[in-house]
């Protein structure tokens, strides 16, 4: 069974697919990796919230955290454009997932805003 050119939500399985753009609130960009929807993501969100952006530190898991304004403590951080917030790229498809998931949540977003097209 191929998800080629298939819309995922998120509540389906990101694995074993790849993506090819996403859409939120209507706006589709396209994107080469799950990684690239996370950041996106983040910038788009960033622009919307302003300086509400940086409520982002307090999502961390048992571990470590998910954004930080010190890329040090991360094994790949990708920067969030404009707001010296980095975001921990180096996670599975369905980990990025959640992320969105819970990025949409604490900014009072509905999980049906983000679409993300499979290639």
């Known amino acids: 069974m191929t998800r080629a050119g298939r ?3 998120l509540f389906d399985s990101w694995t074993f697919s790849a993506p090819a753009a996403f859409v ?3 706006e589709r960009q396209g994107v ?3 990684k690239d929807i996370l950041v ?3 910038g788009l969100l960033h622009g919307a919230q302003g300086q ?8 961390r898991g048992r571990k470590r955290a998910y ?3 010190v890329p040090n403590e991360m094994l790949e951080p990708r920067e ?3 707001s010296g917030i980095y975001a921990e790229t180096n996670l599975s498809a369905n980990t990025i997932r959640d992320r969105c ?5 604490l900014f009072g977003y509905s999980a049906d805003d983000l679409q993300v097209e499979l290639r």
């Not at 509400?52 to 999502?59: I, W």
């Not at 998931?101 to 949540?105: A, P, V």
């Open 80 to 82: 969030v454009p404009g």
């Open 32 to 34: 080469a990796a799950f």
């Open 101 to 105: 998931r819970d990025l949409l949540n």
């Open 67 to 69: 954004f930080s304004r």
């Open 7 to 9: 819309t995922v939500t």
């Open 52 to 59: 509400n952006f940086e409520q982002v530190l307090s999502l």
């Open 24 to 26: 939120f609130q209507g």
């Open 40 to 42: 996106s993501l983040c």
